[in-house]
């Protein structure tokens, strides 16, 4: 084989070397979706500290109750959801395929969920808001469940990109476990 400063083989310009020089399309399409899924949990902690520094200003009326709203119930349990990410990236290192799975899972049961029962339990209040133009809670002079369903709906796509990576990244660490077991 060809080295970087020494003579090259024989009858070779080095080019026939090239096919061993590839990574396997699994070990990049991991690495990408790696990638992605760190980059939208670091959006889901962003997330995760507004409705922290929210809820912590309403218990702690840093601030009078006009401006900051006391937190609506789906936030508590959705406080939670910061575990699912956490177990996340601690399966990254080692391409650890069961702390992905139970990263997929918790994210269903502390993330999605609180989600659905946060656009129920606000819901009558955006009707009353949307037929009558009445709202009694207040985010920096915004009417709070407006502000409040704008977040569920960057939250929900955010746990679904964050679902829909993991999926793509645990079938290719299959795919790269099934080729080195054929071997």
């Not at 937190?71 to 956490?86: A, G, M, T």
């Not at 977040?151 to 990109?161: E, P, T």
């Amino acid at each position: 084989m060809a080295s970087r400063g020494g003579p090259r083989a024989a009858g070779t310009d080095g080019s026939d070397y090239q096919h061993r020089e590839r990574v396997a399309s699994h070990y990049q399409m991991s690495v990408a979706l790696k990638s992605e899924i760190k980059k939208l949990i670091y959006m889901h902690v962003a997330i995760w500290l507004l409705l922290l520094a929210q809820m912590c200003v309403g218990h702690l009326k840093l601030l009078p109750h006009d401006q900051v709203a006391m937190p609506y119930q789906w936030e508590y349990p959705y406080l939670l959801s910061i575990l699912p990410s956490l177990l996340g990236l601690l399966s990254f290192p080692r391409n650890n395929i069961s702390y992905l799975v139970l990263s997929m899972i918790s994210t269903g049961l502390f993330s999605v969920a609180p989600l659905i029962y946060g656009t129920m339990e606000m819901f009558p209040m955006a009707q009353q808001l949307y037929r009558h133009g009445k709202a009694y809670r207040f985010i920096f002079g915004f009417s709070a469940v407006s502000v409040m369903y704008l977040v569920v709906v960057v939250a929900a796509q955010v746990h679904g990109w964050q679902l829909y990576y993991s999926k793509k990244l645990l079938d290719s660490w299959f795919t790269s476990t099934q080729e080195k077991k054929k071997k």
